[in-house]
């Protein structure tokens, strides 16, 4: 089986991603199912084959321990890690080739407390990914792409599994927009040249060391232009993840 995990920021499109993905991935007649890990959602753009509101409901949470909702989020994601077995279970008896994950809306509910890394820990699978979402809004200017792309580094560094990341809803972006994004993910230079122009004093000073650093690691590689809603990009995410689950832990090393 093999994992993929979709993460970002709150409201970056991580829902819609894994339910258009998942219907592209049937369409080619391949075996996937998904996995709702988000306790706290209302709706959602698909009905997930496995759901974390089977076992913890944060309603539940709040009544039981007396929380207010966002301390029964925070204690309903944590208390997930005690459950993770039945969600195992589940995932194995269903026994797919694919498996979409779509994570808490607040992504440092995930990321940033033991539950996340635990949780993939204990789902394990033959091959594991992440995609991190960049929200084009956020990566409009320079300043908004590095920040955004320092949180995907630090969700990598944190979950220490290869990541894709995707340029999140491109449909909302004017043609120009959208290459001047890609353009600075492909070529760094182009964004150290926009930083250059744009920034002086302290603020540009740090942001080409900040450029400097990343462009170093080789990160993000190619930033992948995704529409969930209009199913664009899916190929690409598709073809990037299978290099990933061929290469394993050499893909890090090899992008
Ligand atoms: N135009 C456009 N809108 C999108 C796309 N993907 C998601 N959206 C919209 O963006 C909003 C957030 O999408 P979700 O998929 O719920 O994002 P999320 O990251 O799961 O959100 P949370 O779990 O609440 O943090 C919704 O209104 C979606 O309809 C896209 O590709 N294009
Ligand atoms: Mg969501």
């Known amino acids: 089986m093999f994992f993929t995990y979709f993460i970002g920021t709150a409201g970056s ?19 996937v199912i998904t996995v709702n890990l988000d306790p706290g959602v209302r709706n959602l753009p698909y009905v997930p084959d496995v759901d974390a509101r089977d076992y913890i409901r944060v309603e539940d949470v709040m009544l039981n321990y007396d929380l207010g909702p966002n301390g029964a989020l925070i204690a309903s994601v ?11 279970e589940e995932i194995a008896d ?27 820990s204990a789902l394990g699978g033959e091959g ?42 491109v449909d909302l972006l004017e043609e120009e927009e959208r290459q001047k994004i890609l353009s600075w ?19 540009r000073e740090m942001s080409l060391k900040i450029f400097s650093i990343l462009n170093e690691m080789g990160r993000p590689g190619d930033l992948i232009p995704v529409s969930a809603s209009r199913n664009e990009g899916l190929d690409d995410l598709y ?3 299978q290099r990933i689950y061929a290469g394993g832990e050499d893909y890090l090393t090899f992008r």
């Open 239 to 241: 073809a990037m993840l």
């Open 78 to 88: 944590d208390m997930m890690t005690g459950e993770i077995d039945k969600i195992k």
């Open 128 to 169: 594991v990914a992440s995609v991190y979402l960049v929200d084009p809004i956020l990566a409009k200017n320079p300043y908004g792409y590095v920040s955004v792309l320092l949180l995907g580094i630090s969700v990598e560094y944190r979950f220490q599994i290869p990541q894709v990341y995707v340029l999140s809803k």
């Open 185 to 203: 993910s492909e070529d760094f230079y182009k964004l150290a040249e926009t930083i250059d122009k744009k920034f002086s004093g302290l603020r």
């Open 13 to 31: 499109g991580k829902s819609t991603l894994t339910a258009s993905f998942a219907e592209w991935l049937k369409d080619h007649e391949l075996d």
């Open 94 to 120: 269903l026994n797919p080739e694919y498996v979409l994950v779509d994570t808490p809306g607040q992504m440092e509910l995930f990321a940033y407390r033991s539950a996340g890394p635990l949780i993939v």
